[in-house]
């Protein structure tokens, strides 16, 4: 018996895979798409950085939104500390006697807000009438803001007044006399009050303007002072001329 020996295909046998037949017979080909393989590669990475930068800016942007959610709901969890207002009051008033028991004075504001690490009350709208002995007619001082400082053993009882204040005293039905300025300090246990800036004061017949005053309510006595831009000046009316004092 004899072995012949095998005989492949002779179309097998030549069959050359392209990625062969470009590398080994046309290296001129491989090369010019090289350039084209390089900058698909190039291009899959960019997609993927790209997509890479955009979660995280989106994770980023939720984190940072988290964050603020939890220190919002922390701050409302934390109690409030500072000089906070613990009374309010609207539309109320304060009365104050002598030792006889007689009304001497009374504090009245829109609103009342205190301060307890100050022993400070804010009025919005504040009405100070104080009352004398031998007048029935109280001084009724009035502004659009003040505050009240109670009386400690650091200080007297004192308001403060500004912003328009206005005061004035009747007898009868008729205006005796009254005064304005911008800033008053009213003292209720004395009927004493103070101002340093100009105010005006006036009566039927008169009008005195000065850089500053001192009152005591009670005696019906008043100290006007003048400064180098005003000095105390009185314009008397009659019916046919205004004289200056």
């Known amino acids: 018996m004899i072995n012949l020996p095998k005989v492949t295909n002779a179309s097998e046998a030549n069959t050359i895979s392209p990625q062969s037949a470009q590398s080994n017979k046309n290296p001129e080909a491989y090369l010019s798409a090289l350039p084209r393989t390089l900058n698909a590669i190039a291009e899959n990475i960019n997609l993927r950085g790209g997509l890479l930068f955009s979660t995280f800016i989106i994770t980023s942007g939720l984190l940072f939104h988290w964050i603020l959610n939890s220190e919002e709901s922390t701050k409302e969890r934390e109690p409030m500390f500072g000089n906070q207002p613990d ?7 304060i009365s104050q006697f002598n030792q006889q028991g007689n009304l001497d004075s009374v504090i009245a504001a829109q609103k009342f807000t205190h301060y307890p690490l100050t022993d400070v009350t804010t009025l919005k709208q504040p009405n100070v009438r104080l009352y004398s002995l031998g007048n029935s007619q109280p001084w009724n001082i009035v502004s659009e803001n003040g505050r009240l400082l109670s ?62 005053m001192q009152a005591r309510f009670d005696i019906g006595r008043f100290k006007l002072y003048s400064s180098e831009n005003q000095r105390v000046v009185t314009k008397i009316f009659s019916p046919s001329s205004a004289t200056e004092i």
Do not use: M
């Open 87 to 93: 009374l309010y009051l609207l539309n109320a008033s």
């Open 151 to 212: 009386l400690s053993e650091y200080r007297q009882e004192v308001v403060e007044l500004w912003d328009g204040v206005q005061a004035a005293r009747f007898d009868g039905n008729q205006q005796a006399l009254s005064f304005q300025t911008e800033n008053l300090l009213v003292y209720p246990g004395q009927h004493l009050v103070k101002c340093d800036q100009k105010v005006v004061i006036s009566n039927a017949t008169s009008e005195t303007t000065a850089a500053g």
